[in-house]
């Protein structure tokens, strides 16, 4: 799978500066460009993440909507599916999202802005790339075929 990194990045940020909170934006991104085929009620279902979880400023709706897109793609669908990679794959987005931007909190991450303001929505656009971002290098990594292993 070959992903535009940039180009996402960008549809993401267009859709979150048009209306769209960041969950939401990336999660219909993906869709969109990963051919997930989720129908508009599995994309109405990113917006109680906005603004940190129902507007709470919890947990970053760029991470929670990067997590949608992950779970998309390789979650369980019954309890006889194996969560253990889709969990450690959401472990290391959130431990690189934490690493580049030092928290993963809305409140926490916006606490130099006043919400609303035209800096709070620039500062939003960076945590959508960035959330884009790892998300696009994490499954392109996954989706490639694993070395052979040679016997000598």
């Not at 794959?89 to 926490?108: D, G, I, P, S, W």
């Not at 989706?143 to 052979?148: D, L, Y």
Request: some cysteine; proline content about 2%.
């Amino acid at each position: 799978m070959t992903l535009q990194k940039e180009v996402l990045a960008t549809q993401a940020v267009d859709l979150f500066r048009n209306g769209l909170y960041c969950s939401e934006a990336i999660l219909q991104v993906f869709n969109k460009e990963l051919g997930l085929g989720l129908n508009d009620t599995a994309i109405k279902m990113a917006t109680g993440f906005g603004a940190g979880l129902g507007a709470s400023k919890c947990c970053c709706g760029s991470l929670t909507g990067a997590v949608m897109v992950l779970s998309a793609v390789k979650g369980r669908t019954s309890t006889e599916g194996n969560v253990d990679e889709v969990f450690s794959l959401t472990q290391e987005l959130h431990n690189e999202f934490k690493k580049r931007y030092k928290a993963t909190c809305c409140r926490v991450l916006t606490r130099s802005v006043k919400w609303g303001e035209p800096e709070h929505h620039q500062l939003f656009e960076q945590y959508v790339r960035g959330a884009v971002e790892i998300l696009t290098d994490i499954l392109e990594r996954e989706s490639k075929p694993a070395p052979v292993k040679s016997n000598g």
